[in-house]
Structure formats: C-alpha cells, structure tokens
C-alpha cells in the first residue's frame, strides 16, 4: 500500500475554513453594515451567577477554565430528532463503540449510550441537572440517553476534559449534562413523521408539554412518544451479502458453512466421499436427504446468507414522561420535585440458530435412524452443521422501564452563599424474552442412537440385539422423538424440532439511590475579587440484580442446555460510596499589565467506598485573560472509575476467542533422554518451571509430561533454549477457536481496585473585538489511565502465562488431560493502561442582521493524535495496540478527523438549517505487523480481525442534511420539513470478515440513507 502524503494535522486545519467559506456564501458579504444592540435586558442577564458543567463555583462569566461544549434548544428543534441519543451521537467527540438503535448484534433494547474520546460510556458521566443518571447495568455500565424527554431538555452541556475532582467515578473521558426547562408556560403539542427514500424506516412521534406558574412557584410537565420500524440488512445493497477480504486484497461474497442443507465433513474412507471425491458434501435441493445419492459436493456457493435477516435499525417503541415542580416555601427556601419516566419496547433480530456439532458439544450418532452415511459426527467425530431455519429468526424481545426521582431543597445565606440538598433515586428494569433456540440436552438424546420399533415408529434408544431392532425395545429412552437432522425442511422434521425449542426469559434490576448536599459561596475579599468556596457531601448506594433462566444458567466452563451464545449467569452485588468535595476559587490578578484576569481553581474529591477502600482525586485549573480578547486556559486533574456491579460480582458467560497456541510439543522433561527403543537413558531431577508448566500443564512425574500426554516419540530431539520437544506432545493447531469463559472478579477471587489516572487541557478562546459575533477555541487534550479495568482476552492469559509463569494470570488456563486447552478464564482485571491526546477546535460566527436576515456559522472539530491501548503493562509479549487513525473491530473507530459544522438563517416568519457531518478517512488494519500478531509473531487477523502489515484505506464520508421551519403567528404554530444524508451517502464497506453488523460500522455512520422528515408544532 502507497503511504499517503497529505498530512492529517494540515487537513484538520484546514477543514473548518474550507466549510465556513461553503456555509457562509455570499452572507459574509452583506455583515460588515449592522451590529447587533445590547439591550438593558441582555446586560443584567450576564450579571447573574451560574454554574457551569465541570466546577460547582458558580460565575458571572460562562467562559472559564473548562472545555464546555453547549447544545442549545434551539439547536435541539432544528436537528428533527426524536431522541436524545440521535443528537448527541453527532458530536465530534464521540468515537469508539457507543450503542444506538442501529446496533443490533449486541444491542437491540433501544438504548443509546454516549462514549467521549472512545474510551468506553462507562467512562463518561452521565448527569441531569447536574446529578447522577440510574445505569443500565451491564458491562459498560453506561446510562441511556434515550430515556430523557427531549421536550423537557433546555440545554445540553458537554464537558471534555476529565472531573472525577467535581463529580467523582466515571468521569474520565468527560460530563455530559442534560438542564431542564425551568420557565415554560403555557401548552405545546407536537407531531413528527419520518420516512427513508426507500418508503421504509418510517417513524411517528409526537408530544405534548405544560407549564404553569404562580407567585409561589411553576410547575412543567410533559410526554413524548416515539416509534421507529426496524430495517433489514437485506434492504439495503450494501448490507444484504456477508463480505469476505483475504490477505488485504481479495474480496468475496459469501455466507456461512451452517445452512439448512448442511455442511458435512465425511471421512476419507466413507463410501459417499470416495463416490463423489470430496469430503465436505451437502444435501441436494429438494431431495430428502433420505440416502447417500441425495447429497452432492459442497461448494462455496452453498454458504447461507445469514446477513439478509438481520437489522440495521432496531424496531422500538418509546414513552416519556416528566413532571418538574418549584415552591417557594420562604424568601430564602425554595423546594423543588424532578420525576422522569421512561418505557421502551424493542428487540434484536439475527439469522436462525446455527448448529455445529462439534461446537455445539451434541454428537449425531453413527446409529442414528435418519444417518445415511452410517459415520459420527461431532466432538469426537468430524464436522457437521446446519441452520434450524424452521424456528425462525433468533430474537430477543426487551421491555425496559427506567424512573428517576430528585426530591430537594435550595436557598440563599446572605447574598452570596447558595446551598441545596438533594434525595436522587432511580431504577432500570428490563424483561427479556429470547426465540430460536434449542434444549441441547433434549436434542442430543433426539440425534442418539434410535431405531423402529415392531409399531413402525422410529424410537430413541438402542435394541438389546443389533441384529432384531425391531423386536427389543426395553433401552428406548422414555419422551424423546428422534430428530432427522440432515433434512431440516421437513415437515416431520420441523415439528419434532419444535419439540426442543425453548424461549428463556431474563431480567435485570439496577437501583441507585443517595443523597447530596452542596454550597458555595464567598469566602473573602482578594485585590482582584471575591474568594469562592463549593464544598459538599455525597452518599450513594448502587444495586444490581440479573436473573436467568435455568436453561440459560452457566456452568463453570460456560456452557448450558441451549447454545453457548445465549448462556449467562445471575448478577447480584451492590456497592456504597462516601464522598466530600471542596473547590477553591482565587482570582489573583485584575486589570494589569498583560493581566486582564488571571484566576486558579483548586478542587480535590474523597471517595470511601465499602468494597475497595478509598480515593482522592484533585484538580488544578488556570485561566489567564493577557487581554480582553483572549483567554488561555488550563486543567490538570486526576480521575478514577470505580468499578461496576457487573465488573466486581457476574458470573461466567461464554464466548469463543481465537487463540494461538504457544505450548507447541510440550510434554516433556527435558533431562529425560530416551533412547530409539523407547528405554530412558538418563533422567535428571525435574525443574518446577523449566518449560512453562503454569501455562502449558503440570507435568507428572510417570510421563514428565501432562496427564494423558501423547507419548513421546523415541529419540525425542528437545530444543536447547526452552527445553521444549520438537516432536510428541501438545500439536500446533495453529490459530484456532477456543473457550472463554467471561466473569466479575469475584467469582475468580480477583482483587479488582479503580481505573486512576490523570486528565490534561490546555487551550484558548479568541473572541475579536474587531470581528463583533465571532469566537474561536482550540484546546490540547491528552488523557492516560492506569490498570484499566478490562475482561481480559484469552490470547494475553496464554502469553502472559507463557512470557512468565509466576504471573497471576496462570491460575485462569484449564487444559484437558492430553494437554489442550479446555477453556481460559477471562474475568475482569486490572491490567491495561489507556493513553489518549489529540486536539479541538470550535468556531462561532455571528454576522449582524441585514436585509437578507440574520446568518450564524459554527464549526466543532476534533483530531485524534494519538489513542494507544496497552493491553498488559507486566509483560512486552502483547504488542501496545495503536488505534489513532484506524478502525478495529474490537475497540471501534478512531479516524484522525471528526467534525460537524452548521449555518442558520432566520427571516421573518421563515428559518433554515444546513448541517454538516463530517467522518475522516481511516484504515483498517497496521502497517506494523506487531498490530496484528500473537506474541509467536504469527498473523492472527481473524482474531483481532486485523490485516497482518497491510493497511486498508479508506476515504472520508460526509453528511448535509437540511431543515426549513415556518411560523404561523396568528395559529401560534410551526411547521418543519427536513432531510438527513440529503445527498444519499452510502456507508463504507468494511471487510472484517463477518464481524460486523451490516458489513460496516453502524456505531459511526449512517445506514439508512436519505431520510425525510416533518414536524407541526402549537402553542396554546
């Protein structure tokens, strides 16, 4: 691959120029004339103190040491969106692997979670009016956005630098906090359509809002209701066909070995496979699949397209309501009520269940009625699989309810002082129902050996006497109807399939409850102003509870009646934090030399927690003003994350890593020399670590080998450096599927402690006197966090056993009795260290009114520089993963570039919109053959999937979408009709051999296409 010449940094640069110049037109031309009047309304509102996301010392100016990125709403109305998630995920500063609505493998309940810097939503904090948000549960532990009414929020504040100082665990990558309405009057109703320009997708909303105030306080309330219809991959043309690319280059369509007619491997010698002269054959279409002249060879044509059936867009059904109260109960006390309830209905559809008998563990006996070819297949015999079409689509089925409640009160204490306090509780349930799947217990007694008994019915069970299987019947097994597996289609078939099909529900409770207290104020007087304090105190207790059902409960090795993928365990834990804040506020210098202001914010936090001890984190922030147009500004702060219910307490749950043995021909001792006749010649005191007994096996002292051992071939040659057999013992099977089994630390006896690490910003705000309306920020971030807390892959368990036996990691590798591995544990640990920077830039223009209206520009851009994942910092065996400008199918995606730009216009009764989305370009796999090999150096690209030192480019991707709003004033009403991906991009095609959904990354670009859309809105 040619290396590319134009550099990222030069690009990022340039791009807020070049898309300024675009939006502004020839509006810049006729902004030179007007300015805008400052009203005696305008100027008393700057007078009053607020506070902005990232400290609690509430100021006068907006502007300060913290990178707040602001979403007003107005700029909410004119995106169109119905939900919260939809909006947010536009944002630059998103990267990675957030869930939406469109994630269907792995997501599918309708959530949408918001991931700053790609770092993971468990690592961004989620906020309502500055409290904490009730969690869904899970691994990530991040909150759903989607469960905040829309119609009740009035600002969005984004804060991108780290605040665990201010706001405690989570708060790594940044805050995201959502400020509701507080002055609304009146009625106001609402509807919304949308729908693709393929007549699909289509959406309807609508909602209704109510405000009221007194001389003693207001009240607002409000629903929303939306709906979205799912969406096929197979409706869409580049996501109706799984793709294939092979060594960097050749690209296939294709589909999966596992289809309804079956892929089944022979044994040489078996007469069907030296009839036909291959191996792997499958039934001919339409036959019965009765005898061995019913089948034919398998060819790659044959493969079932799996990618047809699945969704790009989650169907799901959304309610919303709000209920926010103020009373004044004296002049200085004001009490005050936040309810918010959510219900969301939504499911996930994948292709019918696979079934592959040697994975699946289910043997089809040689003995089988239905056999034709009279051979085993399964885990002790060779391939078979095939697709139970007839349960139809494999689908979960999710009923989510959230409610938070915020009860409180807030005063004054003399004229500066501000104090509140606050009772928060929330909880999320969710109720799963799953389809598709079959009792394997039941299924592999129907796929036993069975026979037809005297009545001609085909019976479970073997005859006493082979040779009168129609006489014996007293070893029939009781309740079981066999299954002819190799015609799936079959009528007969398909109702005795039904027989073993199941549909386990599960359920999942998460409580957070807690109280704070906060104030601020005040303290002194300095030469160059007031001294302020915040100070509080914050309890929180948090709990989760996951049940399953019985045939869905994992064992140890992560296995359970049904098939492995749905297999999970209880959760049940809870965790209580204790913390204190304070924050100091001291403006140093006024009105100086070189000094307009120079003020230093100190805050440190400490957290006591009841499982882990405690923390403290601690803050510096500067902010200079040389002169009243700039401001230079700076943060340091330390941050942690606690961790979750689901990291400290779940059980095992399965999955299937691809793993690279490093134990090739081990077994034995390397002082036992054997001579040609098998007979020792010499056998030396056995070394406890001489050649990787912790990650290979323990030898014994009968064979100096693992139990059960191949025998070693006499005159066994030994390698000088590792001591390790050249031939006999474990065999390379090279790069292959394994068993992992997943898991909280706990149920290892893991002692699992907070992610720590610090946060960096250092940036400007320019604001032009002789440019009235225009304002630009550019802010350097870098972010670094230590003993991350990670499930850990079963590759880094082997290699870093291997690499060195005394690690901790050796206790989670289990190998069978000859040697191979059985499975690898991978709980959650401490292990990586996360090591991010990059740049953003933000700017604001704001032309006078002139005769053609007023105009206003925007531009937020961030350039990722660097974003590096350590995956174990004990050993140099795994190579740091460098991610800054690729896409990885395990982490998400880090193109160098990310923007968004907009230009607004209002006139009169009419508005309009442009937006602009922009994706930069981005490779898939590494020039660095390290990016994508295992610690043998052999090429593992299935496994990350990365393309051993090949780098595949891809170009950038843009959006428009375009909105016009008109108001009828005498009706108080507005209508608005818009488009999103006006122009019908479409998304790449990303070649990662299957692993994704719809063949491209659905957490970073649009897979529906042009999208149309309308809303009405009134006023009462």
């Known amino acids: 691959m040619k290396p590319r010449t134009t550099r990222p940094v030069l690009r990022f640069a340039a791009l807020p120029f070049a898309i300024l110049a675009t939006l502004a037109g020839t509006g810049a031309a006729s902004a030179q004339d007007a300015t805008t009047p400052s009203t005696d309304a305008d100027q008393a509102k700057t007078l009053d103190r607020i506070e902005v996301t990232g400290s609690r010392i509430r100021r006068v100016d907006a502007e300060n040491a913290s990178p707040v990125v602001t979403i007003d709403r107005q700029a909410i109305e004119k995106t169109g969106k119905l939900t919260i998630g939809d909006l947010v995920q536009e944002l630059p500063n998103i990267a990675g692997a957030a869930t939406n609505p469109t994630v269907n493998n792995g997501g599918g309940t309708g959530a949408s979670t918001i991931d700053l810097r790609g770092l993971g939503s468990q690592r961004t904090l989620i906020l309502i009016n500055g409290r904490r948000v009730v969690h869904t549960g899970g691994a990530d532990g991040g909150a759903d956005v989607n469960a905040i009414p829309a119609s009740a929020v009035e600002r969005i504040e984004v804060l991108t630098v780290g605040a665990s100082s201010v706001y405690g665990s989570d708060a790594i990558a940044g805050v995201v906090n959502f400020i509701m309405r507080k002055d609304f009057e009146g009625m106001q109703a609402s509807i919304d359509y949308g729908i693709s320009s393929r007549s699909d997708g289509q959406r309807t909303g609508g909602s209704f809002t109510f405000g009221q105030a007194g001389e003693k306080g207001n009240v607002i309330a409000g629903v929303n209701y939306n709906q979205f219809d799912g969406i096929l991959s197979g409706?869409?043309?580049?996501?109706?066909?799984?793709?294939?690319?092979?060594?960097?280059?050749?690209?296939?369509?294709?589909?999966?070995?596992?289809?309804?007619?079956?892929?089944?491997?022979?044994?040489?010698?078996?007469?069907?496979?030296?009839?036909?002269?291959?191996?792997?054959?499958?039934?001919?279409?339409?036959?019965?699949?009765?005898?061995?002249?019913?089948?034919?060879?398998?060819?790659?044509?044959?493969?079932?397209?799996?990618?047809?059936?699945?969704?790009?867009?989650?169907p799901q059904e959304r309610t919303n309501a709000f209920f926010l109260a103020n009373y004044q109960i004296t002049d200085d006390v004001n009490a005050f009520l936040e309810v918010y309830h959510n219900k969301t209905s939504a499911n996930f559809a994948l292709a019918p269940l696979p079934f592959d008998a040697r994975t699946d563990a289910v043997t089809v006996s040689a003995d089988n009625y239905y056999n034709p070819f009279g051979a085993e297949f399964g885990p002790d015999g060779t391939a078979f699989r095939t697709r139970f079409t007839s349960l139809g689509q494999r689908a979960a089925f999710n009923n989510t309810t959230t409610d938070q409640v915020v009860a409180g009160l807030e005063g004054f204490l003399g004229d500066t002082w501000k104090w509140d306090f606050a009772m928060n509780y929330g909880h999320q349930s969710l109720l799963t129902k799953t389809n598709g799947y079959v009792l394997y217990a039941g299924l592999a007694d129907a796929l036993g050996p069975s026979f037809q008994d005297t009545d001609?019915?085909?019976?479970?069970?073997?005859?006493?006497?082979?040779?009168?299987?129609?006489?014996?019947?007293r070893n029939v097994i009781a309740g079981c109807t066999p299954v002819n597996i190799f015609n799936v289609e079959d009528p007969a078939t398909i109702a005795t399939l039904s027989k073993y099909n199941v549909n386990p529900y599960g359920s999942t409770l998460y409580v957070s409850k807690g109280f704070e207290a906060n104030a601020s104020g005040e303290l002194f007087d300095m030469p160059a102003g007031a001294a302020q304090l915040a100070f509080g105190a914050q309890w929180r207790k948090e709990y989760q509870r996951s049940e399953v059902e019985f045939v869905t409960v994992a064992n140890p090795d992560a296995t359970c009646q049904i098939s492995q993928e749905a297999c999970a365990s209880p959760v049940k834990g809870d965790f209580t934090a204790s913390e204190l804040y304070a924050e100091l506020f001291l403006p140093l210098l006024k009105d100086v030399s070189f000094a307009k202001t120079l003020n230093v914010t100190l805050g440190t936090r400490y957290s006591d927690y009841d499982l882990f001890g405690n923390n403290t984190s601690s803050k510096l922030q500067v902010e200079w003003r040389p002169i009243d147009d700039l401001l230079l500004r700076g943060t340091v702060a330390e941050v942690f994350r606690a961790p979750s219910v689901t990291d400290l307490f779940a059980g095992p749950a399965g999955n299937a890593p691809l793993l690279q043995e490093l134990c090739i021909g081990y077994g034995a001792d390397p002082d036992l020399v054997l001579a040609n006749d098998g007979t020792v010649i010499s056998d030396g005191p056995l070394t406890p670590t001489y050649n990787h007994e912790q990650a290979c096996g323990t030898p014994t002292g009968a064979s100096h080998g693992p139990a059960g051992a191949p025998p070693l071939t006499p005159g066994t040659v030994y390698d000088p450096g590792t001591g390790i057999p050249l031939n006999g013992g474990i065999a390379d099977t090279g790069l292959g599927q394994s068993t992992g089994v997943t898991s909280g630390a706990a149920y290892v006896g893991y002692d699992l402690k907070p992610e720590q690490g610090k946060s960096f910003d250092w940036g400007l705000v320019y604001d032009p006197s002789w440019l009235p309306g225009f304002s630009v920020s550019l802010d350097y971030w870098r972010l670094y966090l230590n003993d991350t807390i990670t499930n850990i892959s079963a590759q880094i368990v082997l290699n870093s056993c291997y690499a060195n036996p005394a690690s901790d990691l050796c206790r989670f590798i289990n190998r069978f009795d000859n040697g191979e591995v059985n499975y690898i544990r991978q709980p959650a640990v401490n292990l990586g260290r996360l090591d991010v920077k990059g740049w953003d830039l933000a700017l604001r223009y704001k032309l006078p009114d002139t005769a053609w209206g007023s105009w206003s520009f925007g531009f937020d851009g961030t350039y990722v520089a660097q974003w590096d994942n350590d995956t174990d910092t004990t050993t140099d065996a795994d190579a740091v993963v460098h991610l800054a400008g690729h896409y990885d199918s395990s982490y998400g995606m880090f193109g160098r570039i990310r923007a968004r730009a907009f230009a607004n216009w209002n006139m009169g009764d009419w508005s309009a919109s442009w937006r602009i989305r922009y994706i930069g370009a981005f490779d898939l796999g590494n020039a660095d053959i390290r990016q994508g090999s295992s610690a043998d150096g052999a090429c593992s690209y299935t496994a990350r999937p990365q393309f051993c030192g090949v780098e595949v480019p891809y170009g950038s991707t843009t959006y428009h979408s375009f909105s016009v709003t008109y108001a009828m004033p005498k009706i108080n009403s507005t209508i608005e009709l818009g488009v999103d991906n006006a122009f019908d991009k479409q998304p790449p095609i990303v070649y990662n051999n299957n692993v994704l959904n719809a063949n491209t990354d659905v957490n970073t670009f649009d897979t529906i296409g042009r999208y149309f859309f309308g809303r009405y809105t009134v006023k009462f």
């Open 456 to 473: 001609g019915s085909i019976v479970c069970g073997t005859p006493d006497d082979p040779s009168t299987p129609t006489i014996d019947e």
């Open 235 to 314: 409706d869409r043309d580049y996501s109706k066909v799984a793709t294939y690319l092979y060594a960097g280059s050749a690209f296939s369509a294709g589909g999966s070995s596992r289809n309804p007619r079956g892929f089944i491997s022979l044994p040489a010698t078996n007469p069907t496979a030296i009839a036909l002269g291959c191996t792997d054959v499958t039934r001919i279409p339409g036959a019965s699949g009765a005898t061995a002249s019913d089948y034919r060879c398998y060819a790659p044509t044959d493969g079932y397209n799996f990618q047809a059936v699945n969704l790009i867009q989650t």
